[in-house]
């Protein structure tokens, strides 16, 4: 079975440091994928950036990075120079087999000013 | 920008009567699927369509029923709401190929 796992409930940040959200993960699958995805206070699950199991680079997208180590089984999310609008709950999340997405319990990120 | 709707955003309800939570997407996607969120905790699967008239219970038990008669619509039904039912209910879509799930912007659901 899948498991996701986000071990940090709470996070501050000052503005315009980075920040590091870790996601661990358990699969057997050897084909699989990790997502994030933020959820500001409205609600809506926004999709971040994606990382396959077989992809060679880390991925990134904009101020989002993912850093995939695949050895250790973490898919760390990484937002370079925060703003106070990165302020959310952030979610971790595992593509598995019947194309469903497992999540993890997330992480609420505050961005100081 | 994902094309996928639900109403109502905000819904507040007395026990037992019947809801439904309506979801549309216009993207032509063939999966659907919702899911089930209590404030600040993780998003649990209670329903998914693989398409027309496919529907498969998720992970978590739920009272709810789900139809997929068309394509674009995949709603939610609860026949007796309860205090328990109330829950934020996030729908959501993806194309055949790519594993990213489009998500509505949820429906939060209060019974009194």
């Known amino acids: 079975a899948q498991k996701i796992t986000q071990t940090q409930p709470g996070m501050f940040v000052q503005e315009k440091e980075a920040v590091t959200l870790d996601c661990t993960y358990d699969?057997?699958?050897?084909?699989?994928?990790l997502f994030w995805y933020k959820q500001p206070s409205s609600g809506e699950m926004i999709f971040l950036i994606y990382q396959g199991s077989y992809d060679q680079q880390n991925a990134t997208e904009g101020r989002y990075s993912l850093n995939f180590q695949k050895a250790r089984k973490s898919a760390n999310l990484v937002i370079s120079a925060s703003q106070l609008g990165d302020s959310a709950m952030y979610f971790c999340?595992?593509?598995?087999?019947?194309?469903?997405?497992?999540f993890g319990g997330g992480t609420r990120l505050m961005v100081k000013p | 920008e994902a094309d996928i709707y639900q109403t109502p955003r905000y819904l507040v309800i007395g026990t037992g009567k019947k809801i439904t939570l309506e979801c549309s997407q216009t993207?032509?996607?063939?999966?659907m699927y919702w899911y089930q969120q209590d404030p600040g905790m993780e998003l649990h699967l209670i329903h998914y369509?693989?398409?027309?008239?496919?529907?498969e219970k998720g992970d978590l038990s739920s009272e709810s029923t789900v139809s997929r008669i068309r394509t674009e619509h995949f709603p939610l039904t609860l026949e007796s709401a309860r205090p328990s039912h109330t829950s934020q209910y996030l729908c959501?879509?993806?194309?055949?190929?790519?594993?990213?799930?489009?998500f509505g912007p949820g429906t939060r659901l209060t019974v009194t």
């Open positions: 369509s693989y398409g027309v008239n496919s529907t």
């Open positions: 959501a879509s993806r194309p055949d190929r790519g594993y990213e799930q489009y």
């Open positions: 993207m032509g996607h063939d999966k």
């Open positions: 999340a595992m593509w598995r087999s019947g194309n469903m997405l497992t």
């Open positions: 699969t057997s699958d050897p084909s699989y994928g």
